[in-house]
């Protein structure tokens, strides 16, 4: 019987409703926010400087940790597998695959097509689906089933079976990246989320360079173990690392604040992830149908947010980089696999930089542009190409300082469409489709592989839209800003922009809020007809 109503618990999930009266609210959660007027120690003020749960009252850093230890943890895993299966066909093309298989001409692009091809069928779907069965079991269930299908390639003897594969790869893993980015922003806040969205990224440059290392260690250690070839044993391997992630997801993912069911967070603090979300403005998830999903392209933010996150998703060059060192012909297989990873510890490092200076600015944009600079300036060099060798080496590096564009641009579409959670699910799920849309079929024109590694036109191509993902940040900064003018929204003491009637505090009493509320309104009501914007700070 409990493992019936698991399953029906799981389709369709009734949100908890709060059971506490205001003034309830003031005393039963006073103990995650003072603590009787708790002060950090010197010591946990300097380790906050670096993750930010290490100077709350010890309840409140206790949840938090919480948070981190499951949530984090599982997605962490994920991700990195994620990325391990994806990227390993590139490490097995260049370490034996090539030869065995027989392998010619544009078949290692449509290894990747087919693969872009599967995502972009399954991105949106996902969404629909996440909105009605519970991301904690839809999204372990896809990780089964990709991770059963990496290992099925080891048995590949031709193209033909790696194709249909790799399409069921991508149809499966479709639906993770999205739906990680908007359960990350459920869960976090805006001081919380920049850095943990970096660490989540951090996870896929990790598990690239990591690709490098265990494609090395398996084809050094275990090429023709049991008969098999070291390339075959990489995907092996990657498979059987993968599934136990799988079933830990079903323990870790906590769905959303108000469906919630994991075991590991108490009721009251089940209540707490509604009220401390709920204080930023933010709005429970609501159902998503198919005239809601269409009202999304009647509005600028599905186009303000995707203009610079497709561009700088279709202009990545990292990938030719093992072609170039292939074609130099001065380095070992081990050492083809190996050199790419300082460029993906360049990416963790950076990541993590950008957003905590992002979190202490309270700004996003501003190193956006950063990381769209170098990401622009290291293709401007690879387009001049004839340039000396150490200069042309650290060109190739360039593009990975601008890594952290993913983790910064969806921090803040969290931040300033938290209105809407099922858009911000659907924001990056639109923007994958269209971006492996393009990247089925721009690879095989501007990056042929029989033209490796000097391409014609392919680094001209990405320089171009290197610099108009720029400007994609500039119009998102324009028009973010107009849309608060004109829907007279207010600023709230975290810096974000919400309706007046949304306007609420934890750590005040629920009557001063009320007045500072109607205070606002009538300020509001004042200046509106003056294209004024209010700026409330509670305190």
Known sequence: MGIIRWIKGSVNPVPRELKYTNDEVQEKFRVFLDDEGYQPNAFRRFLAQFWDSFEKPPRYRWYLHKLDANVMFYFLLSFFIKTLDNTNISNAYVSGMQKDLA????????????FYIGYILGSIPS??????????????????AWSALVMCIATAQSARPIYILRFFIGLC???????????????????ELAKRMSVYDLASALASMCSGFIQAGVYTSMNGLGGIAGWRWLFIVDGIIGLPICFLGFYSIPDFPNTTRVPWLSDLEK??????MAELGQKSTRKLTLRRFLSFFKNWRIYGFNWPYILFNVSGTYSYFNLWLQSLHKYSVQQINLIPTAGYGMAIFTCYLSANISDRMGLRWPMLL???FFNFFGNLLLAIWDIPFGLKYAAFFFPEIGYPVWALILTWASEAFQDDPELRGMLSAVGNTISYAISAWLPLLAFPTPEAPHYVWGYHLMCALSFLSGIGVLFFVVMEKREKKMMGRVFNKYGLAVDPDDL????????????????KLAEVDAEKGKGVEVSVRVV
Do not use: H
């Not at 392998?103 to 097509?113: D, H, K, S």
């Not at 750590?507 to 109607?518: F, I």
């Open 173 to 191: 893993e479709s639906t993770t990246y999205p739906a990680t980015a908007m359960l990350l922003g459920s869960w976090y806040r805006p001081e």
């Open 127 to 144: 969404q629909f689906l996440i909105n009605k069965i519970r991301p904690s079991v839809w999204l372990p269930c896809c990780e089964v």
């Open 370 to 372: 950063v990381a769209v």
């Open 504 to 519: 609420m505090d934890l750590q005040m009493p629920e009557s001063v809020v009320d007045l500072v509320r109607e205070e």
């Open 103 to 114: 392998l010619n001409g544009q078949q290692r692009n449509l290894f990747n097509t087919v």
């Open 271 to 276: 209540d707490f992830s509604v009220l401390r």
